[in-house]
C-alpha cells in the first residue's frame, strides 16, 4: 500500500465531505396535525350553534362551503383522543406528567 501525504497547509481544515450545491433548504414550519384542526373545528362549530349565530348545520356547511354530510362527520364523531385533548389545559385536571406512576 502507498503511504498517505498532506498536501494542504497544516493550518486548513480538510474535509472528506463535499460542500453543499446551491441554497440551503429553509426548515419546514411546523405542522397541526389535523386531528387537532378537526376538533378546534367541532368545538368553534357548537359554540355558533349555541350562541344562536348559526341556526343549524346546514347553516354551518353553507358558511364554511363544505357539505352538511361533511360537518356531521366532524362533528359527531369526535376522535378518541378528543376528551384527552380538550383537558390538557383544564383548570381542574393536573398535569399529564403529574398523573404518571414512577416506577
Same mark, same amino acid.
Given at each position: 500500500m502507498g503511504t498517505l501525504t498532506r498536501r494542504v497547509a $497544516? $493550518?486548513?481544515v #480538510?474535509?472528506?465531505v463535499p460542500p453543499r450545491r446551491g441554497k440551503p433548504?429553509?426548515?419546514r414550519e411546523p405542522k397541526? !396535525?389535523?386531528v387537532?384542526?378537526?376538533?378546534r373545528k367541532a368545538i368553534e362549530?357548537?359554540?355558533?350553534? $349555541?350562541?344562536?349565530?348559526a341556526s343549524n348545520q346546514a347553516a354551518i356547511a353553507?358558511?364554511?362551503g363544505i357539505t352538511r354530510a361533511r360537518v356531521t362527520q #366532524?362533528?359527531?364523531? !369526535?376522535?378518541p383522543a378528543a376528551a384527552g385533548l380538550q383537558s390538557i389545559n383544564h383548570p381542574e385536571h393536573p398535569p399529564l406528567a403529574s398523573r404518571a406512576r414512577v416506577t
Open positions: $497544516d $493550518d486548513r #480538510v474535509s472528506a433548504k429553509l426548515p397541526t !396535525p389535523r387537532v384542526e378537526l376538533l362549530w357548537q359554540a355558533l350553534l $349555541d350562541s344562536g349565530e353553507r358558511r364554511e #366532524v362533528m359527531e364523531s !369526535p376522535p
